[in-house]
Nanobody
Framework: QVQLVESGGGLVQAGGSLRLSCAASGGTIRNYAMGWFRQAPGKEREFQVA????????HSADSVKGRFTISRDNAKNTVYLQMSSLKPEDTAVYYC????????????????????WGQGTQVTVSS
């Protein structure tokens, strides 16, 4: 059973940067697409970025395109979210997730295609 643990969240000023990490244990994420989602107060959890199982293809939500970058290091069994030019509206709990099925890059935006979730890490952007 894969377990995911996010880290790297915290308080940052608007315009600043943060890098979140998602470390997997209990199994390899090498062949699984990965995604980052976030949930702001009073809102539903929503897709942010995803990376294909091969690491070749990435997808981003329009709101973070050009500011957020997802990457993976299969040797470390870890996925990263590099966030830059942060805005107060980026304040949320950020979750990483691994796809239910290996070698499946479809419906990357859909929460239902992810079978493993971390507990989340809080990111707060002050104005």
């Amino acid at each position: 059973q894969v377990q995911l643990v996010e880290s790297g969240g915290g308080l940052v000023q608007a315009g600043g940067s943060l890098r979140l990490s998602c470390a997997a244990s209990g199994g390899t994420i090498r062949n699984y697409a990965m995604g980052w989602f976030r949930q702001a107060p009073g809102k539903e959890r929503e897709f942010q970025v995803a990376i294909s199982w091969s690491g070749v293809i990435t997808h981003s939500a329009d709101s973070v395109k050009g500011r957020f970058t997802i990457s993976r290091d299969n040797a470390k069994n870890t996925v990263y979210l590099q966030m830059s030019s942060l805005k107060p509206e980026d304040t949320a709990v950020y979750y990483c997730a691994a796809a239910r099925t290996a070698y499946d890059d479809t419906a990357y935006w859909s929460q239902s295609r992810y079978g493993y979730w971390g507990q989340g890490t809080q990111v707060t952007v002050s104005s």
